[in-house]
T-cell receptor, first 117, second 111 residues
Framework: GAVVSQHPSRVICKSGTSVKIECRSL??????MFWYRQFPKQSLMLMAT?????????EQGVEKDKFLINHASLTLSTLTVTSAHPEDSSFYIC?????????????FGPGTRLTVL | LAKTTQPISMDSYEGQEVNITCSHN???????ITWYQQFPSQGPRFIIQ???TKVTNEVASLFIPADRKSSTLSLPRVSLSDTAVYYC????????????FGAGTILRVKS
């Protein structure tokens, strides 16, 4: 199997606070994980690539100081939305890359609904 | 990263076979093709992945012609619960396995 979990599933916070979202690969190790954001009725947008033991790689237009990513182990990556504002309200989804004999596949978590008041 | 083009939406009836075709004209040699299914407020679910010819698993088949410029996801005997958005993606190890999501295809299955 290839199961990826996220915690929390939903979070509501006040403007100006920071929120941490965890992404875990439960039954495989993942050197690489990805973070996406999805707004209502839109497709997923890649935010950054999280690499175990090294700095994350951010997509153009994504503020690295606002979206802090830490990939401290082969099964856990965290995304911290710092000083959240209402425009950061979105559905955040992570994926973990499972590599096996040349077939690399991303498996996605269930997503985290962030609402900033 | 190769760009993909899919129909915006498709309608079908329960019990029918559904084929969703995706074009990826500038697919590179190392690129593989992956299809995902997404329900509202959930993360995408892996359906099938292939590189060439035909791949089949317990839920779908993936047909890839020799030139690999397109691929077709085949869902046998769909049910109402197959109503979802289906994404075709192309990615390769060389680009860090990044996947760029397009708009996807909204499949509506009717009774």
């Amino acid at each position: 199997g290839a199961v990826v979990s996220q915690h929390p599933s939903r979070v509501i916070c006040k403007s100006g606070t920071s929120v941490k979202i965890e992404c875990r690969s439960l039954d495989f190790q993942a050197t690489t994980m990805f973070w996406y954001r999805q707004f209502p009725k839109q497709s997923l947008m890649l935010m950054a690539t999280s690499n175990e033991g090294s700095k994350a790689t951010y997509e153009q237009g994504v503020e690295k100081d606002k979206f802090l990513i830490n990939h401290a182990s082969l099964t856990l990556s965290t995304l911290t939305v710092t000083s959240a504002h209402p425009e950061d309200s979105s559905f955040y989804i992570c994926s973990a890359l499972k590599t096996s004999g040349g077939d690399d596949t991303q498996y996605f978590g269930p997503g985290t609904r962030l609402t900033v008041l | 990263l190769a760009k993909t083009t899919q129909p915006i939406s498709m309608d079908s009836y329960e019990g029918q076979e559904v084929n969703i075709t995706c074009s990826h004209n500038n697919i590179a040699t190392n690129d593989y093709i992956t299809w995902y299914q997404q329900f509202p407020s959930q993360g995408p679910r892996f359906i099938i992945q292939g590189y060439k010819t035909k791949v089949t698993n317990e839920v779908a088949s993936l047909f890839i012609p020799a030139d690999r410029k397109s691929s077709t996801l085949s869902l046998p005997r769909v049910s109402l619960s197959d109503t979802a958005v289906y994404y075709c993606l192309v990615g390769d190890i060389g680009s860090g396995n990044k996947l760029v999501f397009g708009a996807g295809t909204i499949l509506r299955v009717k009774s």
